[in-house]
């Protein structure tokens, strides 16, 4: 069901604006590639959040598999074969390079999802 709720839609943009920042001035061997992935996955989920009144767990478990999806398409070169290796802005949203810690980063930012949100849940 569609919906629009503020209290989603602050944590996209406060989510959206760390991760710009990220890629703006972040370049080294941690915060960059490892919490950047951590946070780009509670980042769709929020997003989704924002328009989507859903239970949690398919949400996370979409968002989680998008997550693996991207990662597999940088495994195959995907910005390379879109013709897009020069375009920086595309290398870094799509990304460049397969990674395993990549998944685990998803992986550990969606059990951090369902660990708050069941937290939340628990609260009321």
């Given at each position: ?8 839609f602050f944590y996209t943009i406060l989510f959206f604006v760390i ?106």
């Amino acid at each position: 069901m569609l919906r629009f709720c503020p209290r989603f839609f602050f944590y996209t943009i406060l989510f959206f604006v760390i991760e710009v920042l990220i890629a703006m001035y972040a370049y080294d061997d941690f915060l960059r590639p490892y919490v950047g992935d951590y946070l780009v996955v509670m980042l769709i989920y929020c997003a989704l959040r924002t328009f989507i009144k859903a239970n949690t767990l398919p949400v996370v478990i979409g968002v989680l598999l998008f997550a693996y999806l991207v990662e597999v398409l940088q495994y195959f070169r995907i910005v390379d074969r879109l013709g897009l290796s020069g375009n920086q802005l595309a290398k870094t949203v799509i990304g460049y390079g397969f990674e395993w810690l990549d998944m685990l980063a998803y992986t550990l930012g969606v059990i951090t999802i369902i660990l708050v949100e069941k937290g939340l849940a628990n609260r009321k």
